[in-house]
């Protein structure tokens, strides 16, 4: 029950093992973290100071009642730039910079609460509808942009904040001339040094954060010959303070709508996150826990002037990258990044933004799964298309839009699948066996009985091409009973089931019937429970076909025809 709560208690023991490779990650995701903060807190409208305030404290929590291994959560962009589009609706950070915090605390505090909700009411269920070809598109694309969005800092072009994947290739193209040939020898260097590192076996665990040392001691060396290489910059030494959010009673009115869709964008972004990381640790995931943790992380930090924070792509593909095997290297990135900002901060700041770019660069492309999307090509056009809708939508739309294309494409096609139940007639082999009839001509059917097979579930998708089949049964053929093989229908629906019930009615007047057999239990509970048994009556149906073909027999008043069972000769 304590590790249901308190899921650390699970990997804190594997974390004794582990604290050399955790302790690795962890420093690297401190260094890289630095930069980020700023950044993401400047596309959220608000101060630097509260991007390090987010990336200390909420990874800390996140990890102690998170379900993944890898997962590091903090200010992220798709969470600060939705933040930013809705709080920027009734006060712009410009022009009262403190009621903008103030409303985006308040923000943060409530979307936690509904990612609370969601998890106590495990509606982690939600994310099992996103499929992997879904999941390996978005983070293909979050590859791509991750490595476009550090083009600017390998160039050393100062592309306009927050440009789209298309306005960073075009800025680029453009300007290429102005391009700073010492910053762009800093991130190839540190890039080809990190390649190196990995190639050697005993250190390979070490490669980014060595590459990060010794790039940053390159562009320090290069400082002598030239000033231009960007640095992160100021930064500042304040841990976060406690504060309570602004509890007002029409601002979380006119906030509500802003909040149910920052915590649902922001859960499905996590959970997009650790399912792409699961596909490689295949480490079996918790998603309700995954919710109570955002949740959690997100409620309490809202105390201590934090704004809203999720998954992390970025941070938690290198924390992959570079060897973490439990959330404690999240906890070691948050303390060295409190270590950093108290201590450090005036060293810190010197941290080359090119050898930052180099590493991430390494890290976007590392996110691009090419063999899951080789078999993603050769599985079929649908996947593919899946694939394809998603993987663009990243690159060109907010990644949110991209993951609802990429599940609406995944939940289009499979609608499109389960709405065309297959529909076989069974008929008799020289065996004595009940085969599909399309597999051997020599069977035979018997003329007054139609056995069929349907693979697929009743419902509302599927009542219409089986009620097609049926209407075209019983206008252009004569037989008089039908035998439903029910061994393939995995639900019923009440759609499905009044369809059913009145399909069986008409046969029961007008022909013989409609018989079913091997229907599975849990397929027979709206049947059951919506009153249906009594309407078409209980005799209809049989554990087994062999049964039910011998029981309709006796009731068949004409002679068969084609006597394809035994049970025809009588």
Same mark, same amino acid.
């Given at each position: 029950?304590?590790?249901?709560?308190?899921?650390?208690?699970?990997?804190?023991?594997?974390?004794?093992?582990?604290?050399?490779?955790?302790?690795?990650?962890?420093?690297?995701?401190?260094?890289?973290?630095?930069?980020?903060?700023?950044?993401?807190?400047? =596309?959220?409208?608000?101060?630097?100071?509260?991007?390090?305030?987010?990336?200390?404290?909420?990874?800390?929590?996140?990890?102690?009642?998170?379900?993944?291994?890898?997962?590091?959560?903090?200010?992220?962009?798709?969470?600060?730039?939705?933040?930013?589009? =809705?709080?920027?609706?009734?006060?712009?950070?410009?022009?009262?910079?403190?009621?903008?915090?103030?409303?985006?605390?308040?923000?943060?505090?409530?979307?936690?609460?509904?990612?609370?909700?969601?998890?106590?009411?495990?509606?982690?269920?939600?994310?099992?509808?996103?499929?992997?070809?879904?999941?390996?598109?978005?983070?293909?694309?979050?590859?791509?942009?991750?490595?476009?969005?550090?083009?600017?800092?390998?160039?050393?072009?100062?592309?306009?904040?927050?440009?789209?994947?298309?306005?960073?290739?075009?800025?680029?193209?453009?300007?290429?001339?102005?391009?700073?040939?010492?910053?762009?020898?800093?991130?190839?260097?540190?890039?080809? =040094?990190?390649?190196?590192?990995?190639?050697?076996?005993?250190?390979? /665990?070490?490669?980014?954060?060595?590459?990060?040392?010794?790039?940053?001691?390159?562009?320090?060396?290069?400082?002598?010959?030239?000033?231009?290489?960007?640095?992160?910059?100021?930064?500042?030494?304040?841990?976060?303070?406690?504060?309570?959010?602004?509890?007002?009673?029409?601002?979380?009115?006119? $906030?509500?709508?802003?909040?149910?869709?920052?915590?649902?964008?922001?859960?499905?972004?996590?959970?997009?996150?650790?399912?792409?990381?699961?596909?490689?640790?295949?480490?079996?995931?918790?998603?309700?826990?995954?919710?109570?943790?955002?949740?959690?992380?997100? !409620?309490?930090?809202?105390?201590?002037?934090?704004?809203?924070?999720?998954?992390?792509? %970025?941070?938690?593909? =290198?924390?992959?990258?570079?060897?973490?095997?439990?959330?404690?290297?999240? !906890?070691?990135?948050?303390?060295?990044?409190?270590?950093?900002?108290?201590?450090?901060? /005036?060293?810190?700041?010197?941290?080359?933004?090119?050898?930052?770019?180099?590493?991430?660069?390494?890290?976007?492309?590392?996110?691009?799964?090419?063999?899951?999307?080789?078999?993603?090509?050769?599985?079929?056009?649908?996947?593919?298309?899946?694939?394809?809708?998603?993987?663009?939508?990243?690159?060109? $739309?907010?990644?949110?839009?991209? $993951?609802?294309?990429?599940?609406?494409?995944?939940?289009?096609?499979?609608?499109?699948?389960?709405?065309?139940?297959?529909?076989?007639?069974?008929?008799?082999?020289?065996?004595?066996?009940?085969?599909?009839?399309?597999?051997?001509?020599?069977? /035979?059917?018997?003329?007054?009985?139609?056995?069929?097979?349907?693979?697929?579930?009743?419902?509302?998708?599927?009542?219409?091409?089986?009620?097609?089949?049926?209407?075209?049964?019983?206008?252009?053929?004569?037989?008089?009973?039908?035998?439903?093989?029910?061994?393939?229908?995995?639900?019923?629906?009440?759609?499905?089931?009044?369809?059913?019930?009145?399909?069986?009615?008409?046969?029961?007047?007008?022909?013989?019937?409609?018989?079913?057999?091997?229907?599975?239990?849990?397929?027979?509970? !709206?049947?059951?429970?919506?009153?249906?048994?009594?309407?078409?009556?209980?005799?209809?149906?049989?554990?087994?076909?062999?049964?039910?073909? %011998?029981?309709?027999?006796? $009731?068949?008043? %004409?002679?068969?025809? !084609?006597?394809?069972? /035994?049970?025809?000769?009588?």
């Amino acid at each position: 029950m304590l590790q249901k709560i308190f899921p650390f208690l699970i990997w804190l023991p594997l974390a004794k093992r582990s604290w050399k490779d955790d302790l690795i990650a962890g420093i690297t995701g401190t260094i890289i973290v630095i930069p980020q903060a700023v950044a993401f807190a400047m =596309i959220a409208g608000m101060p630097p100071i509260y991007g390090f305030y987010t990336a200390m404290l909420t990874p800390v929590i996140a990890a102690i009642f998170g379900s993944s291994y890898h997962v590091v959560s903090g200010p992220t962009t798709t969470s600060s730039i939705v933040l930013y589009s =809705i709080i920027s609706k009734y006060v712009h950070p410009e022009t009262d910079i403190e009621a903008f915090v103030s409303l985006a605390i308040l923000l943060s505090f409530m979307a936690g609460v509904v990612k609370l909700f969601m998890g106590l009411a495990r509606m982690g269920k939600l994310a099992s509808f996103v499929s992997n070809s879904v999941i390996i598109g978005f983070s293909a694309g979050a590859g791509v942009l991750i490595a476009f969005k550090q083009l600017k800092h390998i160039f050393g072009i100062q592309v306009p904040q927050g440009s789209s994947f298309y306005n960073i290739v075009s800025y680029i193209s453009f300007h290429i001339t102005e391009t700073n040939w010492y910053a762009f020898g800093v991130a190839i260097t540190t890039l080809a =040094i990190a390649l190196l590192i990995r190639k050697i076996k005993k250190i390979s /665990k070490l490669y980014m954060l060595s590459a990060m040392i010794l790039g940053s001691l390159f562009a320090l060396w290069l400082s002598k010959y030239s000033i231009q290489i960007e640095t992160v910059g100021t930064i500042p030494s304040n841990l976060p303070p406690f504060r309570m959010p602004a509890f007002d009673y029409s601002d979380m009115r006119m $906030l509500t709508t802003g909040a149910i869709i920052l915590a649902t964008l922001g859960l499905v972004e996590a959970s997009a996150i650790s399912r792409s990381i699961a596909l490689h640790t295949h480490q079996k995931l918790n998603t309700n826990q995954e919710f109570v943790s955002q949740g959690i992380s997100n !409620v309490v930090s809202s105390f201590f002037s934090c704004y809203t924070s999720s998954g992390s792509f %970025t941070r938690s593909s =290198i924390n992959y990258q570079a060897g973490a095997k439990t959330p404690m290297s999240a !906890v070691i990135s948050a303390f060295g990044l409190m270590i950093v900002v108290l201590l450090f901060a /005036k060293y810190a700041a010197f941290l080359p933004k090119p050898a930052m770019g180099g590493i991430i660069l390494l890290v976007g492309y590392n996110l691009i799964d090419f063999e899951h999307i080789k078999v993603i090509f050769k599985s079929g056009k649908r996947e593919a298309l899946v694939f394809l809708a998603t993987f663009i939508g990243t690159l060109f $739309l907010e990644l949110d839009q991209a $993951l609802i294309i990429g599940i609406f494409v995944s939940f289009f096609f499979y609608m499109e699948r389960t709405s065309k139940p297959n529909i076989a007639i069974l008929a008799l082999n020289e065996k004595g066996r009940l085969i599909n009839e399309i597999r051997d001509k020599n069977t /035979k059917e018997c003329s007054n009985l139609k056995v069929l097979r349907i693979d697929g579930s009743l419902y509302f998708g599927s009542i219409e091409k089986i009620s097609d089949y049926f209407s075209n049964l019983y206008d252009h053929d004569e037989v008089q009973y039908v035998l439903i093989a029910a061994d393939g229908i995995n639900f019923i629906d009440l759609a499905a089931a009044e369809w059913l019930s009145n399909e069986i009615i008409k046969w029961q007047e007008n022909r013989g019937g409609i018989y079913i057999a091997g229907l599975k239990i849990v397929s027979q509970d !709206v049947l059951i429970k919506g009153g249906f048994y009594k309407s078409i009556g209980k005799h209809i149906f049989f554990d087994d076909k062999r049964n039910a073909i %011998t029981e309709i027999h006796k $009731l068949i008043d %004409t002679p068969c025809k !084609v006597k394809a069972y /035994k049970e025809c000769e009588g």
